[in-house]
């Protein structure tokens, strides 16, 4: 067991050596043209994705682009103030289950896989995003 | 046993459906008693991708070979909106020095009580019950077992934090299991020495990507036929490549069994998900 311990604390250790220290999320996305690429690729994988499209078919897209640029700028302590409606507001109704919640954080590990966003860094933006899970399904 | 499986299989496949509403790789893998879990140590989550708008079934099979014993386990899992899962496991177990095999077939139910392996405030919470059936006994009778069944009891309960290691995505599991079997069931129930029914097992893991896990486990036995049984371990690597299959190699270290000492060797196994 001990030796079984010591390995994986190595890898902690090894993993812990490639972390990079003191600059926001929203930086660590590739700042403003980074976060735009990957809006930019989240929109593009909802709009190809017959589980997650239905439910944008009455949005506007370059409102929700915007919005969505605003909200992940301002939760990645990013310079943006996110001052659209609340989650609760938005998504009332909507009939968001457990599933889609899960489907669309798919799209969004898929849309930063496509434009070369480290997965530590990923996880991050996931991380900032969760709490808002109850915001957001069986509302 | 086959059949039953078999059954099992052809009715929910004809259905064609496969559940997906978990985020990939947050079901964990197949236990070597039928549950979902690691290796070795059943997790507080329920088997498969299914949502709690879902089911899901799940089939695999395992293979654990150490210096003089081999352990082969395959069955089934049904998971029911992501609130219980059922499962069947039938192990094969080989003893190389007596050139026998010992057959044991389990039933497990486990049940979440609260919590998202992910989202939640609160870790996950599951209780967990496995109804074990030795078929074979002649080998645990001369050895002192006073039954050829038994039921154990576990509550577990696990974790995923998002990010929490230099990004990594961070796992553990601890159960706690009641139980009187020795050496998971295959050499009976009680015995002369019995004194402790309380084991405890934890599991812990990182996520290297979306798709591969890299963990240990540690795994309690009770020692009731005074046979100085050892507690478990092992390092396993798990790959997920997508929500239909996984496949999970691992290092045992299971120490003395039945008397042979250091009994290590490789693990393998195979899960599908429907």
Redesign the interface.
């Known amino acids: 067991?001990k030796k079984?311990?010591c390995?994986?604390c190595l890898?902690?250790l090894l993993?812990?050596c490639?972390?990079k220290a003191n600059e926001t999320l929203f930086y660590q996305l590739g700042g403003r043209e980074g976060l735009s690429k990957i809006v930019t690729s989240f929109i593009t994988n909802i709009g190809k994705d017959k589980q997650i499209l239905p439910y944008f078919f009455d949005a506007k897209i370059s409102r929700f682009r915007n919005q969505i640029y605003d909200h992940l700028c301002d939760i990645t302590d990013g310079p943006c103030h996110y001052n659209g409606d609340s989650m609760i507001d938005i998504h009332t109704g909507m009939n968001i289950?457990?599933?889609d919640f899960?489907?669309l954080?798919?799209l969004l590990?898929k849309s930063m896989d496509e434009q070369h966003i480290?997965?530590?860094?990923q996880?991050?933006l996931?991380?900032r995003l969760?709490p808002l899970?109850?915001t957001i399904i069986y509302i | 046993m086959l059949k039953l499986l078999t059954t099992f299989f052809l009715f929910f496949s004809t259905q064609l459906f496969a559940a997906?509403?978990?985020?990939?790789a947050t079901p964990g893998v197949s236990q070597v008693e039928g549950s979902a879990g690691g290796g070795l140590v059943p997790w507080a989550q329920l088997a498969g991708y299914a949502?709690?708008?879902?089911y899901a079934v799940n089939l695999f099979c395992s293979q654990g070979s150490v210096d003089d014993f081999r352990l082969r386990s395959c069955g089934a899992q049904l998971n029911l909106f992501d609130r219980v899962e059922f499962s069947l496991a039938e192990q094969t177990f080989r003893v190389n020095a007596l050139d026998t095999e010992i057959k044991q077939q389990i039933l497990g139910v486990k049940t979440r009580l609260y919590g998202d392996l992910?989202?939640s405030k609160w870790p996950m919470l599951s209780v967990g019950m496995q109804y074990k059936d030795l078929k074979d006994d002649t080998i645990a009778k001369a050895l002192g077992a006073d039954d050829n069944s038994g039921v154990d009891w576990y509550i577990a309960t696990s974790k995923l934090h998002?990010?929490a290691?230099?990004?990594?995505?961070w796992f553990w599991n601890i159960t706690a299991r009641y139980t009187d079997a020795n050496e998971l069931g295959l050499l009976g129930f009680g015995g002369p020495n019995q004194d402790n029914y309380f084991m405890f097992e934890a599991s812990?893991a990182?996520l290297?990507?979306?798709e591969l896990a890299?963990?240990?486990e540690?795994r309690q036995k009770p020692n009731n036929l005074g046979l100085d049984e050892d507690?478990w371990?092992?390092?396993f690597v798990a790959w997920l490549p997508n929500k239909s299959v996984s496949v999970t190699m691992a290092w045992l270290?299971l120490g003395k069994i039945a008397g042979a000492p250091d009994q290590d060797g490789l693990y393998l196994s195979l899960s599908g998900y429907f």
């Open positions: 067991m079984f311990l390995l994986f890898l902690l993993s812990a490639a972390h289950n457990e599933s899960n489907r954080v798919d590990y480290p997965h530590p860094i996880n991050k996931i991380g969760a899970r109850s | 997906e509403g978990k985020l990939i949502s709690q708008d879902e992910v989202y998002l990010g290691i230099a990004g990594y995505n812990t990182i290297l990507s979306r890299f963990g240990i540690y507690s371990s092992d390092v270290d």
